[in-house]
C-alpha cells in the first residue's frame, strides 16, 4: 500500500476554497430557521463534558453536530456559535488557564476569517459575548446544565430545528471534500486490517493497524470499530476485540469508518480465508451491493430500494443452498430478514447515521420505514448530494433463525448449510455513496482505486 498522503489539515487549499460558500448556505438555513421560529439570534452550543458516575474522568467528548457544521472544531467544548443576521458570525472560543488537560491552541486555519472570535479564558465570561436580547434567542445543543444556556429560554425550539435537520440531507461542496477525505483515510485503515488479518492476527491487533493507519485513537473515530474473526461475524455491533487469535482464522469483518473535520466515512468488507463456499457468498453479495449501487439516484424512495434489496438477498439464499422458494414467499414468511435484519442503509454526513432520515419535510412530518422493516434508518425520497449509506448483509444468527423454527418459514431453510456458514459468521459489504441526479458517486470504490 503506498503511503497517505492526504493533506487533513485546517491548510487544505481545497477546504480552504469552499469554506465560504458552505457556510452561505448554512446561514441561510439558520435564516430560514429564525424566521419561521420569530426569533432573532441563534446560540449554537458546543457541548460540555460529560463525567461518570461518582468520577471526575470525563467520557470522550462528542461536540454538537450543529455546531461542527458551522465550524471545523471538534476539540472545543463550552464553546458557542453565535449567528445573527447582516452581522459577522461570532465564535465564543473556550480556552481555560489548565494545567491538567491539554487546552485548545489558538484560533487558526481556513476558517477563521469567517468568524468574529472571542477567546474567553472563563466560561461566565461567555455571557459577555451574547446577545443582551435573550428571549430573542433560541439555542441549539445539548444543555444538561441550564446555566450552560445563559438565561435563554427557547432551547432546541421544535419549529427552528426541524427546519435545520431536514436541511442537513444535501452535503455542501465543502461537506463532499471532507468526506471524500474521511473515505480516503477509512479505506487506507481498510487496506491495513486486511493485511493485519492474512498475518493471521488477532482482533485486538488487526483494531491496532487500523487506528494507525487512519492516524486516529479510539476516542477519534466516528463510531467503534467493529473488528469481527470467525463466528463474531454475525454480531451486528461486535466490538469486544478478543486479544488472541482464534486457532483458525475462517473469515473477518471489519466495519470501520474516520473523519476528517468531524464529517464521518462508513466502510465495512468482508473477507475469507481460502473456504470456497464462503468466497463464493462474498462474492454473490459483493455483486449483489454494486446492484444496488447502481439504482442510487435523485428521485428515488428509499424504502424501495430497501425492500428490493430484500428480494435480492432471497436470490442469494437460494442460490447459496441457504433457503428455498421464491423471493416473494422469502419475504412473507420472515426467512429474509432472519439473515438480514438491518436496514440496507442511512443518511451520512457529521454524524455516521445523520439526523433527518426519516423525515418527509422541514415541518418535521415523518415517513415511517416499510412494515416488518423496523430498522430501516432512511426512509426519504433521495435528493442530489445526500451521501448515504448502502450495506447489505447475510449473516447466521442462531436467536433469529430459530424463531423460524414451528413456523411456515423453517421448511425453507437449509438447515444443513446454515450449520456449514455458522463458523464464519456473515457476510456484509458497504459503500458510502453520493446521489447525483441520474446516478451516484462511490466515494468509499474511488478511495479504494486510488489507494490500492
Not at 458570525?89 to 469567517?114: E, F, K, N, S
Amino acid at each position: 500500500m503506498r503511503a497517505m498522503k492526504f493533506d487533513f489539515s485546517d491548510k487544505n487549499a481545497e477546504l480552504g476554497e469552499l469554506y465560504p460558500q458552505h457556510l452561505e448556505t448554512v446561514r441561510k438555513r439558520h435564516d430560514h430557521a429564525l424566521e419561521q421560529a420569530g426569533a432573532a439570534h441563534a446560540v449554537i452550543f458546543s457541548g460540555a463534558p460529560k463525567y461518570a458516575f461518582l468520577d471526575d474522568h470525563d467520557y470522550p467528548f462528542r461536540p454538537n453536530p450543529h455546531f461542527v457544521s458551522w465550524a471545523p472544531l471538534i476539540r472545543l467544548p463550552l464553546s458557542y456559535i453565535v449567528y445573527t443576521p447582516g452581522e459577522k458570525t461570532v465564535l465564543i472560543y473556550y480556552q481555560p488557564h489548565d494545567y491538567w488537560h491539554p487546552v485548545p491552541g489558538a484560533p487558526d486555519g481556513y476558517w477563521t476569517a469567517q468568524f468574529d472570535i472571542r477567546v474567553v479564558h472563563n466560561v461566565d465570561d461567555v455571557a459577555e459575548h451574547l446577545p443582551e436580547d435573550r428571549d430573542r434567542c433560541i439555542a441549539v445543543g445539548e444543555f444538561d446544565d441550564d446555566a450552560h444556556a445563559f438565561g435563554i429560554d427557547r432551547v432546541n425550539p421544535t419549529t427552528a430545528v426541524n427546519i435545520l435537520h431536514y436541511a442537513r440531507g444535501p452535503k455542501t461542496a465543502y461537506e463532499l471534500a471532507c468526506m471524500r477525505l474521511a473515505s480516503r483515510r477509512g479505506v487506507a485503515g481498510h487496506l491495513a486490517a486486511a493485511a493485519a488479518f492474512r498475518d493471521n492476527m488477532s482482533e485486538f491487533a488487526i483494531n491496532q493497524a487500523y487506528c494507525e493507519a487512519t492516524r486516529h485513537i479510539d476516542n477519534e473515530l466516528p463510531y467503534s470499530n467493529i473488528i469481527a474473526l470467525n463466528e463474531h461475524g454475525a454480531i451486528l455491533h461486535y466490538t469486544d476485540l478478543d486479544r488472541e487469535a482464534p486457532v483458525e482464522l475462517r473469515s473477518f469483518l471489519i466495519d470501520a469508518g474516520a473523519q476528517v473535520h468531524g464529517y464521518a466515512s462508513d466502510i465495512t468488507r468482508t473477507y475469507g480465508n481460502g473456504d470456497t463456499q464462503f468466497a463464493e457468498l462474498i462474492e454473490r453479495m459483493e455483486t449483489l451491493e454494486l446492484d444496488l449501487v447502481s439504482r442510487v439516484k435523485a428521485g428515488v424512495d428509499y424504502r424501495d430500494l430497501h425492500l428490493e434489496t430484500h428480494k435480492l438477498i432471497a436470490g442469494v439464499l437460494v442460490d447459496s443452498d441457504l433457503a428455498m422458494g421464491n423471493a416473494e414467499t422469502l419475504l412473507a414468511t420472515g426467512v429474509t430478514s432472519a439473515f438480514m435484519p438491518h436496514g440496507v442503509g442511512h443518511l451520512l454526513g457529521v454524524q455516521v447515521h445523520d439526523v433527518g432520515g426519516f423525515m418527509e419535510n422541514e415541518s418535521g412530518a415523518t415517513i415511517d420505514p416499510p412494515s416488518g422493516h423496523p430498522y430501516l434508518r432512511l426512509t426519504r425520497v433521495l435528493e442530489e448530494d445526500m451521501v448515504l449509506t448502502i450495506e447489505p448483509g447475510l449473516y447466521i444468527i442462531d436467536m433469529l433463525l430459530e424463531n423460524l423454527r414451528g413456523t411456515p418459514a423453517e421448511t425453507h431453510v437449509n438447515w444443513n448449510t446454515v450449520d456449514q456458514l455458522r463458523p464464519f459468521g456473515g457476510v456484509r459489504v458497504e459503500d458510502n455513496v453520493r446521489v447525483l441526479a441520474d446516478g451516484c458517486e462511490n466515494l468509499t470504490r474511488d478511495a479504494f482505486a486510488e489507494l490500492l
